[in-house]
Every structure is written in structure tokens, then in C-alpha cells.
T-cell receptor, first 115, second 116 residues
Framework: GNSVTQMEGPVTLSEEAFLTINCTYT??????LFWYVQYPGEGLQLLLK?????DKGSNKGFEATYRKETTSFHLEKGSVQVSDSAVYFCALSVPLRGSQGNLIFGKGTKLSVKP | DSGVTQTPKHLITATGQRVTLRCSPR?????VYWYQQSLDQGLQFLIQYYNGEERAKGNILERFSAQQFPDLHSELNLSSLELGDSALYFC????????WGAGELFFGEGSRLTVL
């Protein structure tokens, strides 16, 4: 079946540190991959996405590259800020005929950035 | 602001009771999704409606039901509530959501249900 595995948190970093949150997936077909972010007390919002192999999604200094050979979509940021503290979810969507047409999420990784 | 509106934001009730959560999708979005977020289970997909029809079903209990109305708003009904149903319930919407996959989902701020 389709699934997403992401590194468990929490992850605690100092401001300006480099961030990597690992995400690997299992999917039939050709999935689209997403990173969503959930700030405290808010709903999830799309951070970036990639729809085919070797695509790089980027937004707000975050990047992730769709690696089909390693079935991975790791999230990176070169210099985190306190305002990046949130829970980050990796997700996939597989275009299939029939009943499955939703996002499958990983369990989320909580990031805390200290000043 | 995602454009997705959920009410109520907080709800406290007792075991055995029934509650209804409401969701208004973004203008123009045809699909509505319901997710349950709890500490131990993470974010679990419950059910999806597309233009009034049930499109996909996930880990939704038989005690739970949902529907999408002609104006595209949706309601999630939770009955015979148990302590374990305490969670944050998110609604999301998307333009598509037919056979070709969800694409980007826009989430509401959630309804926090506490069952005592």
C-alpha cells in the first residue's frame, strides 16, 4: 500500500542551524509529494510540493527534491529561524482511478528552534 | 487564512453523546476531506466527498458519518462518543479530488473535541 515515513521528532535546533527532516515513501504509480506545515494552534498549510521525479519544490527558504531512485523527499533549510518552529508533515497523493484520491500523511516531525 | 471555515472551534461533551462538526470549503472547491488528528495516531484520513458524493473512505468508525450538502458545505457526525474520540478534527478542501488525486489541500483550523 501507499505510505509515508518521516523521521521522528522532536527536533531542536539553534537559530541559523541547518535543517534536514527525512521523508521516504512507498507508493504504487507515480505520486505527487508534499510538505505541509502546522504552526501552533493552526491548521495545516502547504509548504511546497513536487509532482514528478527530480522536481525540486521550494518556498520560504525550504527545499525538497523528489528522488525516485531513493523514494525520498527530504526537507531542508539552510538557516532556520525561531518562526520556523512548527510541526512538519510529509505527504503523498497518488492519482488512481476508483476510490483513492486523498493525501496520505506521515506522522509529523515537531521542530523547535531556540534563539 | 485558508478560506476553509470550521465550527465549532472547541467542543466539550460527555461519553455517549452525539456531536456535529461543520465545514465550509473554499469558494469553488468541490472536494471536502475530514481528518482526525490525535497524539497517538497522528493525522488520519476519515472520509472525502466530491461534489456531494462520497469519494473515498479511510479509517472512519461506523459511529461516525458525514455528508456534503448541495451548497458544498459538509458535516461530520460523531455519535456514541467515547473518551478515545477526543481529538482535533480537520476539514480540508480542494478544487479537484476526482480520480486523479487530491493535489493541494487547504485546511481549516480544526475543531477540538474533548469527550469527558
Amino acid at each position: 500500500g501507499n505510505s509515508v515515513t518521516q523521521m521522528e521528532g522532536p527536533v531542536t535546533l539553534s537559530e541559523e542551524a541547518f535543517l534536514t527532516i527525512n521523508c521516504t515513501y512507498t507508493a504504487t504509480g507515480y505520486p505527487s509529494l508534499f510538505w505541509y506545515v502546522q504552526y501552533p494552534g493552526e491548521g495545516l498549510q502547504l509548504l511546497l510540493k513536487a509532482t514528478k521525479a527530480d522536481d525540486k519544490g521550494s518556498n520560504k527558504g525550504f527545499e525538497a527534491t523528489y528522488r525516485k531512485e531513493t523514494t525520498s523527499f527530504h526537507l531542508e533549510k539552510g538557516s532556520v529561524q525561531v518562526s520556523d518552529s512548527a510541526v512538519y508533515f510529509c505527504a503523498l497523493s497518488v492519482p488512481l482511478r476508483g476510490s483513492q484520491g486523498n493525501l496520505i500523511f506521515g506522522k509529523g516531525t515537531k521542530l523547535s528552534v531556540k534563539p | 487564512d485558508s478560506g476553509v471555515t470550521q465550527t465549532p472551534k472547541h467542543l466539550i461533551t460527555a461519553t455517549g453523546q452525539r456531536v456535529t462538526l461543520r465545514c465550509s470549503p473554499r469558494s469553488g472547491d468541490l472536494s471536502v476531506y475530514w481528518y482526525q488528528q490525535s497524539l497517538d495516531q497522528g493525522l488520519q484520513f476519515l472520509i472525502q466527498y466530491y461534489n456531494g458524493e462520497e469519494r473515498a473512505k479511510g479509517n472512519i468508525l461506523e459511529r461516525f458519518s458525514a455528508q456534503q450538502f448541495p451548497d458544498l458545505h459538509s458535516e461530520l457526525n460523531l455519535s456514541s462518543l467515547e473518551l478515545g474520540d477526543s481529538a482535533l478534527y480537520f476539514c480540508a478542501s480542494s478544487v479537484g479530488g476526482g480520480p486523479w488525486g487530491a493535489g493541494e489541500l487547504f485546511f481549516g483550523e480544526g475543531s477540538r473535541l474533548t469527550v469527558l
